[in-house]
């Protein structure tokens, strides 16, 4: 089945430590996105790439870093620099990374720092 | 300033009655699209449909209808006879063509009563 796969679900880390969570798509998808969602917040933009070997900041791009060495793949680093970790990360990838095309979502990563 | 604005933070209504769930956005492109996602509990958002600035006709599928009116720029989202699986969040989400980034409401928590 085509699709994209976001792990682990739940990850938990000490304060102060790095995390990668993994995004991998086979849909063949051109563009790639990652999304914060907190409690009442919606989504917030924290990077994005629409095409291997580049990506941009989103709006909230402090405290994370991203890579996109790979088509299929597009991993999310939170640092230690990040300074409230604690929330529901989304990936999303679509067609190519223009305004029309929709984007298809991840199952998500609950990260909760201790 | 905010771009899309669902005014509506929850709702709840008994099954098998109707439900409108507001969008309101805010542009100064003359071409752009709107978005309607579903986040059922497992927590991957579900695209729901697509429509570009320029039809304004309006959109059926089932249970589900959607009505956009630029003169007042809102792109409402009905769902006629609700079951429980429509338990969800939704959200409204506008991409630009001058960007290729899509900015997301906040989104509306629907509550189906059994």
């Known amino acids: 089945d085509g699709g994209i796969t976001q792990s682990p679900k739940y990850l938990f880390r000490k304060e102060g430590q790095n995390v990668t969570l993994s995004c991998e798509q086979n849909l063949n998808h051109d563009a790639m996105y990652w999304y914060r969602q907190d409690p009442g917040q919606g989504l917030r933009l924290i990077y994005y790439s629409q095409i291997v070997n580049d990506f941009q900041k989103g709006d909230i791009a402090e405290g994370y870093s991203v890579s996109r060495e790979k088509k299929e793949s597009f991993p999310l680093t939170v640092t230690s620099a990040q300074k409230n970790p604690t929330a529901f990360y989304l990936c999303?990838?679509?067609?190519?990374?223009?305004?029309?095309?929709?984007?298809?979502f991840g199952p998500g990563t609950r990260l909760t720092v201790l | 300033a905010q771009k899309v604005t669902q005014a509506q933070t929850e709702i709840s209504v008994v099954e098998k009655e109707d439900v409108t769930l507001d969008c309101v956005y805010e542009?100064?492109?003359?071409?752009?699209?709107l978005f309607w996602y579903k986040q059922p509990p497992s927590g991957e958002l579900v695209f729901l449909i697509r429509?570009?600035?320029?039809?304004?006709q309006n959109e059926i599928s089932g249970r589900y209808s959607w009505n956009f009116q630029k003169s007042t720029s809102s792109f409402n989202f009905t769902i006629t006879a609700s079951q429980v699986v429509d338990s969800a969040v939704y959200f409204c989400?506008?991409?630009?063509?001058?960007?290729?980034?899509?900015?997301f409401g906040k989104g509306t928590r629907l509550h189906i009563l059994p």
């Open positions: 989400a506008l991409s630009e063509t001058r960007d290729d980034k899509i900015i």
């Open positions: 542009t100064r492109d003359t071409t752009y699209y």
């Open positions: 429509r570009n600035s320029f039809d304004e």
């Open positions: 999303a990838s679509s067609i190519r990374g223009d305004s029309y095309n929709e984007q298809f």
